[in-house]
């Protein structure tokens, strides 16, 4: 049993002990009861796999993971409303989407370690470079897929109207949410906390495909001329992109759906189905195409700076 094959059992008797407390205790996790026995289940082949060796034990781990992806689902959207001191709809759900996060690094790791066994002495880590032309699009394609919905925000956040919505009927449905006091200050001085987050996860998406993103630049100071860690941004984009990728392209068929007529729009508080379709078309595109480039970033990322230890001096003076 390797070390990852460990961490993965370990994980899967504390992500199946928590489903299976869950199912004893009749506490729903996405809304029905029974979930509780799915989670279980997973926990305890997760715990299987982990243990055995073999080439069907890897198929497992990536099938494991692949339902740890799905058991994260909105897991982002979670975190964004508890950095601004907003509840979470649900404390087991999310509880379980933490957990399902974590779990699905944990399996891909050990999924990876087992198929992929190096001689010793070839794990080495490529030089700093930029990603080929076609990951840098897809990364200038995310970003643009934000606009809209910056734009969307802003207008918003500085009084104006969007979609028939003003200024005014937001910062009051912020209100009536309970949206936190800083949430509330800042949108009041025409910052937008998603915004705010939106040029974060902009930040990250090119640290993953320009060299500064592999070796610490100049403007670091002290860090400067240092390998990144890999799991400094890789964490983050693996959980955003496990989130946002189905997040958004579900939601994309869904308001395709709606569009068409075959279903109807939940309207939520806004007033009409044309509003709640303007607004729900800019966030799903921005989610999707983000999501989309972060995983293509992350994945290229991922395997160049695949390799021996990450520590220790990079290209002083090539950032």
């Known amino acids: 049993m390797t070390e990852r094959g460990w961490v993965a059992a370990g994980w899967g008797v504390g992500y199946g002990g928590f489903g ?8 729903a996790l996405w809304g029905v009861a029974w979930a509780g ?16 060796a073999g080439r069907w034990s890897t198929r497992v781990l990536w099938l494991l ?10 897991l982002l959207m979670d975190v964004v409303a508890l950095l601004f001191g907003q509840g979470v709809d649900s404390v087991p759900d999310a509880v379980q989407k933490a957990s399902a996060g974590v779990g ?23 030089a700093p470079a930029a990603a080929p032309g076609v990951v840098q699009l897809a990364a200038w394609a995310g970003s643009l897929a934000f606009l809209p919905y910056v734009v969307m925000k802003l207008v918003w956040a500085f009084g104006g109207s969007f979609a028939g919505i003003s200024g005014e009927q937001m910062d009051a449905r912020y209100v009536r949410n309970g949206s936190s006091g800083l949430w509330l200050a800042l949108e009041r001085r025409g910052l937008d906390g998603t915004v705010l987050l939106a040029a974060v996860g902009v930040f990250l998406l090119w640290g993953l495909v320009r060299p500064w993103g592999q070796v610490f630049p100049r403007w670091t100071l002290p860090l400067r001329g240092r390998r990144v860690p890999r799991w400094l941004p890789l964490t983050p984009a693996l959980l955003g992109a496990a989130t946002l990728v189905p997040y958004g392209l579900v939601g994309l068929g869904y308001l395709a759906l709606c569009t068409l007529g075959v279903v109807g729009i939940r309207q939520g508080e806004l007033a009409t189905p044309g509003q709640a379709l303007q607004v729900a078309w800019v966030g799903a595109a921005a989610f999707a195409g983000y999501g989309v480039a972060l995983a293509v970033a992350a994945r290229w990322y991922w395997r160049r700076t695949r390799g021996g230890g990450e520590g220790g001096d990079g290209c002083r003076g090539v950032c």
Do not use: D, K, M, Q
Request: charged letters at 5%; glycine letters at 22%; aromatic letters at 4%.
């Open 20 to 27: 299976l407390g869950c199912a004893l205790s009749g506490t």
């Open 37 to 52: 026995w799915v989670v279980a289940g997973v926990g305890v082949a997760a715990v299987g796999a982990g243990a055995a």
């Open 65 to 74: 993971c692949g339902l740890a992806v799905v058991g994260a689902w909105s």
């Open 104 to 126: 699905a690094l944990v399996l891909a790791g050990a999924a990876r370690g087992r198929a992929s066994v190096r001689p010793v002495g070839t794990g080495t880590v490529a």
